[in-house]
């Protein structure tokens, strides 16, 4: 609460425009990447003495390095507002960070909500565009809407092709709804780009599995347990393993 009181004294804080940000905003963005719990404390500062929405969104940045996902969303829906009161185009990229710290502290509504505001604003392209709605689409599957999640999916693999994740989390859909050829042609973008993820490997064995690919879904969980030895997703792939009788590793 301390943070919050002390963010609204810096409301009508003016920022310099995109590329033009003070040394302050550098070293404050440093701290909160290299020593967060410093940053914190470096942007609550910053902030009390005008710093406006670069500060808050320094303040979201050290939050998120230490894991303080709540923190970090409002600390970033804070930065949102105040550069829309300022009509400053980076509001749809906070509101974009906002969403993905919501997604990590597992509140899907207040991320889609953050997320609809992102997207709504027509103001983010490329990459940021790409992956906005990819989070999006992880907050439509938490509240059911398959056909809804896809087409985020699909829009965002036009722009964030280069992320696994999104080849991840297609193929992990269509493997949901049943569509098993485009589940293994996703599945295997997600292996081309990030073969050493025990995520990609457990799905990639879910997606075997499903197919009748015992030999193919042995292989691809141990290697989950070979990258990922005593983790909740190697845990994961030795139980789906039992399914086949011995676990090998």
């Excluded at 565009?129 to 699909?154: H, I, K, Q, S, Y």
Aim: glycine fraction near 8%; aromatic fraction near 6%.
């Amino acid at each position: 609460m301390f943070f919050f009181l002390l963010s609204l004294q810096a409301a009508t804080a003016v920022a310099p425009p995109p590329g033009q940000e003070p040394p302050r905003y550098a070293e404050c963005m440093d701290l909160a990447t290299g020593d967060p719990s410093q940053g914190a404390a470096a942007a609550a500062k910053w902030n009390v003495e005008g710093g406006g929405m670069l500060a808050r969104q320094c303040l979201g940045v050290a939050y998120a390095n230490q894991k303080r996902w709540p923190s970090a969303a409002a600390a970033f829906e804070e930065a949102a507002r105040a550069a829309e009161n300022a009509h400053d185009v980076r509001s749809a990229n906070y509101w974009a960070q906002a969403g993905n710290a919501w997604l990590a502290a597992g509140e899907p509504v207040k991320a889609r909500a953050a997320l609809d505001a992102a997207l709504a604003s027509g103001n983010l392209t490329g990459l940021a565009l790409g992956e906005a709605r990819l989070d999006r689409a992880r907050t439509l599957v938490a509240a059911g809407d398959m056909e809804g999640a896809r087409g985020d999916l699909d829009r965002a693999l036009a722009d964030a092709k280069a992320d696994p994740l999104a080849w991840l989390l297609s193929a992990t859909l269509a493997r949901r709804q049943g569509d098993l050829a485009r589940a293994k042609t996703d599945i295997a973008e997600a292996l081309r780009r990030s073969a050493d993820d025990p995520q990609v490997q457990l799905e990639s064995g879910n997606i075997a599995a499903v197919s009748g690919d015992e030999a193919g879904a042995r292989t691809a969980w141990n290697r989950v347990v070979e990258l990922a030895p005593g983790s909740p997703t190697a845990e994961s792939a030795r139980k789906a393993l039992t399914q086949f009788g011995t676990v090998e590793k």
